[in-house]
């Protein structure tokens, strides 16, 4: 009986572990992400037309894209407010300069902090809403006429994307309940609600193709289920002592202006980096549709959703520690900001080359388990699709570590990358066809960015290569270039 109550004591210490811990939950949420998209996409190849299939993809590249519209302010609101949680003053917050050691303030100008960056984020989220709607309504629409013209139900298909366009904007005005949890360390609190709303999202989609629904049914379960996360953040942090205190402190309206500005000078560059990098990628897709049969652009589309989910996957080690980082920052506890970043990241390449590993070995299988029309990626091309997205995974960790002083350099370090990788694929395409866009994306990161990153959080935090980068990447970059090999063997075979 006494070992019984052990083992009961051990599992309930074990349970409450994992729901408190932010990777634990953060890689849940991704699961749950990941296992939708493999469960929704047999389902849609088996029963959807390639039309339906094609206009499902271009309108969830929109749903996808609403991190360029936030154009960067969302990392930046966290960084800002976690530096305020770590006790920088206003007058620190307002100036938008680097941050390595704020002053520890007392609890009353902390609370005073909190609360300018918290309204002046709704602020600028309730613009960006509009802004998103706007674009989608517009730019979005015209991207998806010829699409929704083809499709199996036409017109109809324009109150699927009315739902997607109105459901995008309503998310991105309660953008900051999410960023104001992550920020104040209740990032496993989000990534549990986003868990749930995940779950229903998969169950609705599920339940709207099996039932015989089309691409309007689909958007609609889809948009209704993820809605369910920012309300249920809403009433969570209204149920906050952080909230009640943040509520009763109204910030000077010439403060706010000026901490907007100076969260502009930082989120700028993130947004430029972000286009430069996830939209050159997603890029790399519409290039190739313009190109090549419609059967190998839709493998090439499924390899870059899958490969995206993975390298999201693969950031929960690294990324669910940011804002405690930048928090030791502000405290200019630097140690334990390079332990914290060199544990990630070797975490999380690990699981990427393994995950993408993984996929290269099955995903053919599955397909023809499935009789699926679209057959998988030739693995030789998956495995350097792999390699560009380690190359750049990696150099993103090394850009996110020095990005937590709030000196932000990813308008540089991507703008460069980007140009490069599109040149590279102008001149290489004619030659080598499809390989011509992992190639270049490989080459464009190799030659800049990720040297550029490194060289960057080097200097910043007197790292050296043979205590940092030879432990933590040399390995599963070993890893990915055999993998990539045999691939090569295989298909020369």
């Not at 809403?129 to 989608?136: E, H, K, N, Q, T």
């Not at 730019?139 to 997607?164: D, H, M, P, Q």
């Not at 091309?381 to 560009?388: D, K, R, S, T």
Request: charged share 10%.
């Amino acid at each position: 009986m006494k070992r019984d109550g052990m083992n009961i004591d051990l599992v309930r210490s074990l349970f409450l572990r994992a729901w408190e811990s932010p990777t634990l939950t953060t890689w849940g949420s991704l699961t749950v992400r990941l296992s939708s998209a493999l469960i929704i996409l047999p389902l849609m190849l088996t029963r959807y037309s390639p039309e339906d299939t094609a206009l499902w993809y271009m309108i969830s590249t929109f749903i996808s894209l609403q991190t360029l519209i936030d154009f960067g302010f969302f990392p930046t609101f966290t960084r800002l407010l976690s530096y305020a949680n770590g006790g920088a003053t206003t007058a620190q917050l307002v100036s938008g300069e680097k941050i390595t050691n704020a002053s520890t303030s007392a609890e009353k100008n902390v609370h005073k902090s909190l609360a300018l960056v918290f309204f002046s984020m709704q602020k600028m989220y309730s613009r960006l809403a509009l802004i998103s709607v706007l674009v989608l309504a517009t730019i979005g629409t015209i991207a998806l006429t010829k699409s929704v013209n083809s499709s199996s139900e036409g017109i109809r298909n324009w109150v699927g994307w009315g739902f997607v366009v109105l459901g995008t904007g309503a998310m991105m005005a309660l953008a900051s309940y999410n960023c104001l949890l992550q920020a104040t360390g209740k990032i496993p609190t989000v990534r549990r609600i986003e868990i749930l709303s995940g779950i229903v999202a998969s169950v609705a989609g599920v339940g709207a193709i099996v039932f015989g629904g089309g691409i309007t049914e689909l958007c609609l379960a889809n948009q209704a289920s993820l809605l369910l996360a920012p309300f249920i953040l809403r009433a969570t942090v209204r149920r906050t002592i952080t909230w009640r205190i943040i509520s009763e402190t109204t910030p000077e309206r010439s403060q706010v202006k000026k901490l907007i500005v100076g969260a502009w000078s930082s989120a700028w560059r993130s947004g430029i980096g972000v286009a430069m990098s996830y939209g050159v990628t997603q890029a790399t897709g519409i290039i190739y549709a313009q190109m090549a049969p419609a059967k190998e652009v839709a493998a090439y589309l499924i390899a870059l959703r899958v490969m995206g989910i993975i390298s999201q996957f693969c950031q929960a080690p690294f990324y669910s520690k940011l804002p405690l980082m930048a928090e030791n920052i502000s405290k200019g506890n630097v140690s334990r900001v390079v332990f914290q970043a060199k544990k990630g990241i070797t975490l999380s390449l690990w699981i990427l080359v393994i995950s993408f590993g993984v996929v290269g070995l099955f995903m053919p299988v599955l397909m023809l388990l499935i009789h699926s029309k679209t057959q998988f990626l030739d693995n030789s091309v998956w495995f350097l699709l792999g390699l560009a997205v380690y190359i750049e995974r990696l150099g993103a960790m090394h850009m996110q570590m020095y990005s937590t002083t709030n000196h932000i350099l990813w308008h540089i370090a991507n703008s460069v990358s980007g140009i490069l990788i599109l040149l590279f694929i102008y001149v290489l395409y004619p030659f080598v066809t499809i390989y011509a866009f992992p190639g270049a994306m490989a080459a464009g990161y190799l030659l800049f960015y990720t040297p550029y990153a490194m060289k960057m959080s080097y200097k910043q935090f007197n790292l050296k290569f043979t205590e940092f980068d030879l432990k933590a990447s040399v390995a599963p970059g070993a890893l990915t270039l055999i993998m990539l090999l045999c691939s090569f063997i295989k298909w020369r075979n």
